[in-house]
């Protein structure tokens, strides 16, 4: 096992103070469960364990401090597990958490709009957890299609994206999300605008026709939603050739 990230680039890093600060942020909207994290990565461990044959790679990309991957994977048949973030500090959290694992695993510090393309490691199921949303629909699309292009045709996609149902825009999904400040409670005010302001400059849904269009156009077939989070905020689909 490789637990030392890999340089695929040299992007942008934040100052290491400011990061421990947004990751605490980021911990307390896991621990309360804020963006039903425990559902997604439940529901994503039950298509590894039921759905996917072992032993399997898996590409886990924007994987963050991977903590809530490793719920998914670990007692499952994963046979090769890479990572990949823009996060230098992130990746050095989930150099422990990817311990749990047995076995082969690599982290890759890297933007993965750039990696993707480039990437030669055939993956059976690679994985986008809140984080494709950063990008416009035809970026999307490009990401998408280097995928298709990694999974070959037996492998599959699975992403847990913001997602508006169809007829809703961009400020209607962030009206929506606005409405949920007071179920955060564990929330300082600073912390809400914190996350808000983030969320406000850098996230763009797409509606449950966009996604399935976008998939459609990358080369995959099959195209199914397998969870939406009670906010109606979330969709997790897969994709599949
Ligand atoms: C909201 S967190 C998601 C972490 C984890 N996947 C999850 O489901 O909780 C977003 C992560 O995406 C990473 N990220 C954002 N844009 C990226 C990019 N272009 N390339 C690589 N990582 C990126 C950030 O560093 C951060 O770790």
Redesign the pocket.
């Known amino acids: 096992m490789r637990n030392s990230p890999d340089e695929m680039s040299t992007p942008q890093e934040p100052n290491q103070d400011l990061f421990v600060a947004a990751w605490q942020v980021?911990w307390k909207m896991l621990d309360n469960n804020y963006l039903f994290?425990r559902e997604a990565y439940g529901c994503l461990r039950t298509v590894l364990t039921d759905e996917v044959d072992a032993p399997f790679g898996f590409l886990d990309v924007?994987?963050?401090d991977a903590v809530?991957s490793m719920s998914a994977l670990i007692g499952t048949g994963v046979g090769r597990y890479d990572g990949?973030?823009?996060?230098a500090q992130?990746l050095a959290i989930a150099a422990e958490n990817v311990r749990q694992l047995t076995c082969e695993s690599a982290l890759h510090h890297?933007?993965?709009?750039l990696a993707l393309p480039e990437w030669k490691q055939p993956a059976d199921v690679v994985w986008i957890?809140?984080?494709l949303h950063?990008f416009m629909a035809p970026a999307k699309l490009e990401i998408m299609r280097s995928i298709r292009e990694i999974a070959g045709d037996s492998g599959r996609l699975l992403i847990?994206e913001d997602a508006s149902p169809d007829g809703e825009d961009r400020d209607g999904w962030l009206a929506r999300w606005d409405e949920q400040r007071p179920d955060w409670r564990a929330y300082s005010d600073a912390e809400w605008d914190d996350v808000n302001g983030h969320v406000h400059s850098s996230d763009f849904p797409e509606t449950d026709s966009v996604w399935r269009r976008l998939g459609h156009e990358a080369g995959f077939s099959e195209v199914s939603e397998l969870f939406e989070s009670p906010t109606r905020l979330f969709r997790l689909y897969s994709f599949q050739a």
């Open positions: 980021y994290h924007a994987c963050g809530m990949m973030d823009l996060s992130a890297c933007d993965f709009s957890g809140l984080s950063h847990y």
